[in-house]
């Protein structure tokens, strides 16, 4: 699957809500997202109008990680319609 080009970064943010994480604070334009669970796990999104693929691409690795999937079956579910 395609990442999209024209996400903004609290599109991002309250995407990933639906994987457990909450936005925890919000530091100039970042945003500091948390996830607990057996582990806490931290990320930091940029709240930028269009979040860059690269920066994109490294959020969705930094979270497939944790969550044991790949980028590709993170990206399905936050974006694909069915």
């Not at 903004?8 to 909450?22: D, H, P, R």
């Not at 948390?34 to 990320?43: A, G, K, L, P």
């Not at 930028?48 to 790949?70: E, S, W």
Request: charged share 30%; hydrophobic share 35%.
């Amino acid at each position: 699957m395609k990442l999209p080009r024209d996400i903004q970064g609290i599109e991002l943010a309250n995407s990933l809500s639906k994987f457990g994480y909450k936005i925890t604070r919000q530091t100039g334009s970042h945003l500091r997202l948390t996830r607990i669970s057996e582990d806490v796990h931290h990320i930091t999104i940029p709240k930028h109008k269009t979040l860059k693929i690269g920066t994109l691409n490294n959020i969705l690795n930094d979270v497939a990680g944790h969550l044991g999937k790949t980028k590709e079956e993170i990206a399905k579910e936050l974006w694909e319609k069915n």
